[in-house]
């Protein structure tokens, strides 16, 4: 299988602890993103990367969150002090920028985060 | 401040007929738009996009609709299948070169009944 992958596809941990999820994109892509999606939304950027490079964070990234992409392939999102309110699907997307400077973005299946 | 929106929260077509998803835009630096369709304890699988610079765009039987000037696409399936049964999420992106997270919409739940 070439897609996205992401793991653990399942998480559960109780308030306080720290939690890291891990994606594996598709392997010539150059820029890999973050997604959160909640019950009834459309999924929310978090952050992404070109190559190993962070070019962009969203305000949703609070100070708890941290993302790495290690010599520009796989990717890691930590979240520490983890709150009821970090419960969600967290989406790993990658692509590669088209010529015409188009992102066509593929998603994992996710990460399904419940703190309890 | 919702950017795209989805105003149609679920639509029942069925099969064999055709499927109509809407999906709105305020942003006027958007110039990428991409549906996606999502199963549940999936993530979203890209179906089909369209550029700015085109109003129409076809994948078998797929085709989005680009109204710029009313700022405002449409998703058309034909005919449609039960297999089609998802919900399907709108997104935006722009401007093409600078900005490339998505906006998604808050998505449409589309039911293909027998």
């Known amino acids: 299988d070439t897609g996205v992958s992401q793991d653990p596809r399942h998480k559960i941990t109780k308030r306080g602890q720290n939690v890291t999820f891990r994606c594996d994109p598709i392997s010539e892509h150059n820029r890999l993103y973050w997604y959160r999606q909640t019950l009834g939304q459309g999924p929310e950027f978090l952050t992404y990367f070109q190559n190993e490079a962070q070019l962009e964070k969203s305000r949703l990234l609070s100070d708890r969150f941290s993302a790495e992409r290690p010599k520009g392939s796989f990717s890691t999102l930590e979240i520490q002090r983890t709150e009821q309110g970090d419960s969600a699907m967290y989406l790993c997307?990658?692509?590669?920028?088209?010529?015409?400077?188009?992102?066509?973005?593929?998603f994992g299946p996710g990460t399904r985060l419940t703190v309890l | 401040d919702q950017q795209v929106k989805q105003n149609s929260p679920s639509l029942s077509v069925q099969e064999g007929r055709i499927s109509i998803l809407n999906c709105d835009y305020t942003n006027s630096m958007f110039d990428y738009f991409l549906w996606y369709k999502k199963y549940p304890a999936e993530g979203p699988t890209f179906l089909i996009s369209i550029s700015s610079i085109k109003d129409k765009n076809e994948d078998g039987r797929f085709t989005v609709f680009l109204n710029k000037s009313a700022k405002h696409l449409s998703l058309h399936i034909v005919p449609s299948q039960p297999g089609d049964s998802a919900v399907y999420f709108c997104a935006a992106s722009g401007p093409t070169g600078t900005a490339s997270k998505l906006t998604f919409g808050t998505g449409t739940r589309l039911q293909v009944t027998l």
């Open positions: 997307a990658s692509s590669l920028v088209s010529g015409s400077g188009t992102d066509t973005q593929y």
